[in-house]
């Protein structure tokens, strides 16, 4: 969107989340609160993006690199002086400000994009966007006149009796007239009851100027849900991950049962590929079209399942790529592994990754077969069309050849497939 600048607010202590952790750091459908937030920005084309940081600052700074540029709120003195913080920013400013605070994960594009062109189309000073709550308790309120045009903000703990009974919520979500929102914010006042200087009384304000402010209603009452708490995380985590599945399953993957199948975000699954219950698919795994996960399957980041895949019960994957065709239906655990089209992993097979210090790579050709029970100890490489028997140990930087047949503890080639000529 053109002269489109964002910032979004992100210094504030998360107090009642009880967390060394700054709570827009906690993780919603495997990815940081304010990542969802900064893709947003990212998706109406914001110019720049700000990010207003204060506590902890420098461990969001490292969540954030460059996708936008950090802002130190010195003091934690409320919502106005959050903004009023990017004022060297802005000093020539023009065109439209969007802030939006950094622990509202489930903010949907399309909601702020039609917020953003109403705002244009107004022409106003301020647009807010509005949600009608049936449990408006904790939220700031939307105040209207008798004709119905929005007047002010009232935070709850401002509000009359009256007030508290109005179900329009503000969601924290504002676009404003840039030029005008920072010749104005340092005339807002401190609050007398909590000391602080609340963005929300810029409304007034405006009004006061005979400025034009508008407040948009949204149908989507996830928009101002917030991580306040760990009910609130746990509450994002629900609806964005009924989100992914529902996309899911309009693009062709059945899913079992969806109350107990956990997609992550940037996840990708091909057609007819079915899910059964109790699987978790972690962000960062792309699963070929007619594979068959679960149940009580994990797929961990770094994978990748080529068509037809079968990976069963109790199984885990994680960084490695399976062919296409390959079957591990039982009791398995494959990480850092490359194995090829068609192989067998039988129940029971580890690929022991770890050495204490790296972490080591397996290699398994196509056609392979893997006995049950058996370990790899990483790195390895067994050939195309190997066998590796029943609980063999194939020992580190041991390899066995395509065709051959290896057994025992540690695991010895027996068989070996001659050389034409």
């Not at 607010?9 to 009642?16: F, M, S, V």
């Not at 952790?21 to 990212?42: E, Q």
């Not at 007047?151 to 179900?167: N, T």
């Amino acid at each position: 969107m053109k002269d489109l600048k964002t910032i979004i607010l992100a210094a504030g202590k998360g107090t009642r989340f009880k967390s060394d952790l700054p709570k827009v750091l906690h993780c919603v459908a495997g990815r940081p609160a304010i990542d969802h937030v900064l893709d947003v920005a990212k998706a109406l084309g914001s110019l720049r993006t700000y990010v207003v940081v204060g506590h902890k600052a420098n461990e969001v700074r490292k969540v954030i690199g460059s996708r936008a540029e950090v802002v130190i709120q010195k003091r934690l003195l409320g919502t106005a002086d959050a903004v009023r913080s990017c004022a060297p920013h802005f000093r020539q400013a023009r065109g439209t400000v969007l802030v939006m605070c950094g622990d509202t994960p489930l903010l949907d594009k399309a909601v702020v994009r039609r917020l953003v062109q109403a705002h244009h189309k107004a022409k106003a000073a301020c647009t807010v966007l509005s949600a009608v709550l049936s449990e408006p308790h904790g939220y700031g309120r939307i105040i209207r006149d008798a004709s119905g045009s929005f007047v002010a903000i009232r935070e709850e703990k401002d509000a009359s009796p009256s007030e508290k009974m109005v179900r329009e919520i503000n969601t924290g979500v504002y676009c404003f007239d840039a030029a005008l929102l920072f010749s104005s914010i340092s005339k807002i006042r401190v609050n007398p009851k909590k000391k602080e200087f609340y963005l929300t009384d810029i409304i007034e304000l405006f009004l006061s100027r005979h400025r034009t402010v508008r407040a948009v209603v949204t149908e989507d009452w996830t928009a101002n849900i917030g991580i306040n708490t760990r009910a609130d995380l746990a509450l994002c985590e629900r609806i964005c991950r009924e989100r992914i599945l529902k996309k899911l399953m309009s693009c062709g993957v059945t899913i079992v049962d969806p109350a107990t199948t956990y997609v992550e975000q940037d996840v990708r699954i091909g057609r007819d590929t079915i899910i059964y219950p109790c699987s978790y698919i972690h962000r960062d795994v792309q699963v070929g079209k007619g594979c068959s996960i679960g149940p009580f399957a994990r797929l961990r980041p770094g994978t990748r399942l080529g068509a037809g895949v079968a990976v069963g019960n109790f199984t885990e994957v994680s960084r490695s790529t399976l062919g296409p065709g390959v079957t591990m239906k039982h009791f398995s655990f494959l990480g850092d592994a490359r194995v090829g089209a068609g192989s067998n992993i039988g129940c029971g097979t580890v690929t022991a990754n770890y050495d204490g210090k790296n972490k080591n790579r397996t290699v398994i050709g196509p056609k392979a077969f893997i006995g049950s029970d058996a370990v790899i100890v990483a790195p390895a490489r067994i050939g195309a069309g190997a066998v590796l028997g029943a609980g063999s140990v194939l020992t580190a930087n041991r390899s066995v050849p395509p065709g051959g047949v290896a057994v025992g503890v540690p695991a010895r080639t027996i068989k070996r497939v001659k050389k034409n000529g």
